[in-house]
């Protein structure tokens, strides 16, 4: 089973009661912070754990985790843009945080 198939079954059978056998096994490779502190919702959840992956630096070449990696790359592309502005400057600092904010929404309702 790959990390990302873990990560999966994790989150379908472990959202009301966690098993100790699949907690150990995630444990044991190292996975403890990509499931760490989910959203009780399913959809969420998977989505915000493949974003995880990503920022990882895992599975990188498949579509639908290229997918979260676009739009991860982006948003840090924009907190850094964000970063040499001056926030006062409210037309350039506006359209950085509405677009991040786009973003951001497109990754939580990715299985929605």
């Not at 924009?78 to 600092?93: F, P």
């Amino acid at each position: 089973m790959t990390d990302l198939e873990l990560i999966d079954e994790y989150i379908l059978k472990c959202r009301g009661f966690v098993s100790p056998a699949l907690l150990g096994e995630v444990t044991s490779r190292g996975l403890y912070s990509v499931i760490n502190f989910l959203p009780p919702d399913i959809k969420e959840a998977r989505a915000i754990a493949r974003a995880r992956l990503v920022k990882r630096g895992k599975y990188l070449g498949d579509p639908e985790i290229q997918w979260f990696a676009d739009r991860v790359d982006r948003l840090n592309f924009l907190r850094k843009d964000l970063e040499k502005i001056n926030l006062a400057d409210v037309d350039k600092s506006l359209i950085l945080i509405n677009e991040m904010k786009l973003i951001s929404e497109e990754i939580k309702n990715y299985y929605k």
